[in-house]
């Protein structure tokens, strides 16, 4: 019987609520496919930095890099640890170290799920450069608390770092319906986002098949809410994807169905899947998390396993539940109910 090893990292808030709801589904979608998911979980989080001063061990990603894959939940704790601080110790180095540079995240609405906008047939595939960028970390303050202070963050744009993951675009415009929106502000920022127009520009020769437009982000942005539908593919840098992708969520009826993969497409690392939403400090623990997104992930996490029919099977389950209304208004079906609800849709 096949089996595959996965790392649960659950984190912090309503991440340690939706990682267990996920992880259940998951199991049962494995028991009837006839495959094997042994979980593996890990403490790493803010609570595990106030005990231990780290995110994660200093030994941490080589520990991961056994895993067939990552299933994580949700990083921060505001008030017990900077955000800044979480991010840059686990969630930011796991995409680095393990070359995970395509954040792919689907904006489409689930049956039931009533979003804010009376477009209802989208389908938006964002692709979001997860190594580089903005959130490369690399700047500094000088004179710190005085007037002359000075905060200076670049943002790293290499050749090799913007041409994979367009290219990974284009590849996914290919097998969907051949459109391809490539994101930038290169009116503003002439450097790195002319550059990325010049290599979006010069990989369009290899995809003929592929219509290109390259917007700007924030004629983008207001693309999203008002023609949603014209929209296939949609590849952005680090901060843009980010961005773009909670208007994604929003559209689709809320951060709670907004799903994602940090994929290593070249498979030499595990890839990671994790729910778009962050720690939720205002309802963690309280039962009301909706776990769809999750599961959702978990269902890319599958696909991305080769585990494809257990993947739709998934989905149809996800699909059949909001359909009759389960988990579709914020707050009204406990993470519980909906859980049982995907599961029972699965057997
Ligand atoms: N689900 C993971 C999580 O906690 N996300 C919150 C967040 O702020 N993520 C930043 C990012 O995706 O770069």
């Not at 991440?15 to 996920?22: C, E, I, K, L, S």
């Not at 959130?135 to 994979?164: K, M, P």
């Not at 952005?236 to 559209?251: Q, R």
Request: one cysteine or more; proline letters at 5%; glycine letters at 10%.
């Amino acid at each position: 019987m096949k089996s595959y090893s996965i790392a649960l990292i659950p984190g912090d808030g309503i991440g340690r609520d939706v990682t267990a709801a996920g992880w259940s589904v998951l199991e049962t979608a494995a028991k009837h496919a006839g495959f094997v998911l042994t979980g593996t979980e890990f403490p790493w989080s803010c609570t595990f930095f106030k005990e231990t001063g780290r995110m994660m061990p200093q030994d941490g990603i080589e520990t991961l890099r056994a895993f067939d894959a990552i299933l994580l939940g949700a990083v921060g704790w505001p008030t017990e640890v900077p955000d800044s601080v979480s991010l840059h110790g686990l969630l930011l180095p796991i995409r680095k170290a393990f070359v995970q540079y395509a954040n792919i995240r689907p904006h489409r609405l689930l049956p039931g799920v009533t979003g804010p906008l009376r477009a209802e047939n989208f389908d938006i595939l964002c692709i979001r450069e997860n190594t580089e960028g903005e959130y490369s970390g690399a700047g500094g303050r000088v004179h710190q608390g005085t007037q002359d202070e000075v905060a200076v963050e670049t943002s790293i744009f290499t050749r090799a770092g913007v041409e994979r993951i367009l290219r990974f675009g284009f590849e996914q415009a290919r097998a969907r319906r051949g459109k391809l929106a490539s994101v930038t502000k290169s009116n503003a920022q002439k450097y790195s986002m002319v550059f990325w127009d010049e290599i979006t520009n010069k990989l369009a020769e290899d995809y003929p098949d592929v219509a290109v437009t390259s917007y700007h982000v924030d004629a983008l942005a207001a693309r999203m809410i008002m023609a949603p539908e014209s929209l296939d593919v949609v590849v952005a840098s680090n901060l843009f994807g980010d961005i773009l992708t909670d208007i994604g969520a929003a559209i689709q009826g809320g951060l709670g169905y907004a799903a994602s993969a940090n994929i290593n497409p070249d498979r030499s690392a595990p890839s990671m899947f994790e729910p778009v939403h962050g720690s939720a400090p205002d309802i963690a623990h309280l039962g009301i998390a909706n776990p769809i997104a999750t599961i959702w992930s978990g269902a890319m996490m599958l696909d991305h396993l080769g585990e494809t029919a257990a993947a739709d099977r998934i989905m149809k389950a996800v699909e059949a539940t909001t359909a009759r209304g389960i988990g579709t208004i914020a707050g009204k079906d406990r993470t519980e109910a909906v859980t049982a609800a995907v599961v029972a849709a699965l057997i």
